[in-house]
């Protein structure tokens, strides 16, 4: 039996396997994808519900198996901003942002490699993405609202791991902060699917008819180049 696929609303892509040797269901993380293998004896909806209730699990091992370790050499940039991090005399973890570059100065007697000094580099790299966002989506959604013609009633920035934006009933839009890390054309077809959505709430033909008429027809390439992308670091 062919591997059939499921779209969870918090762990994203799932590739299921139905399989006639397995005693029991499992998941399976692989290269940043999650497998869920179901006996064939039992129905699919029962795998799905295992799933769903291991869904703090498998997000927290998939940022586990991405993590991005920063140091001096790491290579780091978001759409408005490159990192760059050196040892310092400081007692303490400094950050400094500007135009095009945040400086983080990591004090030289610590282990940079470590979870605290890992942790502290996080920090400031996503308070530095969050104050960025802040800065930018909302006048870009604006934007675009203005452009297309599309009407909503407010807009929020979030830390959210789990989705890159979202569009409620009333009409307001939460955006993730690490929309930062992606290219501009990605960022944007984020904000025009969010925007779509207070017209169609659901991603039915006419929601995607809608997306194609404010992407030039490239919202199936866009949003297969989206799903290369994660919501952490």
């Known amino acids: 039996m062919e591997d059939v696929f499921y779209e969870d609303e918090v762990v994203g892509h799932v590739r299921i396997r139905r399989s006639g040797k397995a005693n029991r269901i499992a998941i399976k993380l692989k290269e940043g994808k999650v497998i869920l293998t179901v006996p064939q004896k039992l129905q699919t909806e029962e795998g799905i519900r295992f799933l769903q209730s291991k869904r703090n699990w498998i997000l927290a091992h998939l940022k586990k198996q991405d993590a991005v370790i920063f140091d001096e050499n790491t ?4 759409i408005t901003f490159e990192l760059k991090i ?10 400094k942002l500007t135009p095009n570059l ?5 004090p030289q007697q ?5 979870e605290n000094s890992q942790a502290a580099i996080r920090m400031g790299i996503e308070r530095a993405m969050r104050m960025e966002a802040k800065r930018i989506l909302p006048k870009r959604l604006a934007f675009f609202a203005e452009k297309y013609q599309f009407a909503y ?9 789990t989705r890159w934006g979202s569009c409620s009933s009333a009409g307001n839009i939460s955006l993730s902060y690490f929309l930062m890390t992606l290219p501009g054309e990605l960022i944007d077809y984020v904000l025009l699917h969010e925007l779509c959505h207070t017209k169609e709430m659901n991603h039915s033909n006419r929601f995607w ?8 027809n490239k919202s199936k390439k866009l949003r297969a180049e989206l799903k290369k992308y994660k919501t952490f670091i």
């Open 75 to 78: 290579i780091f940039r978001t």
């Open 86 to 95: 050196m040892r310092s005399e400081l007692s303490s973890f400094h950050f």
């Open 102 to 106: 945040l400086t983080v100065l990591c």
């Open 110 to 114: 610590l282990d940079i490699r470590s």
């Open 153 to 161: 009633s407010d807009v929020n920035i979030r830390s959210s791991k």
């Open 209 to 216: 008819k809608l997306m194609d008429s404010v992407t030039d």
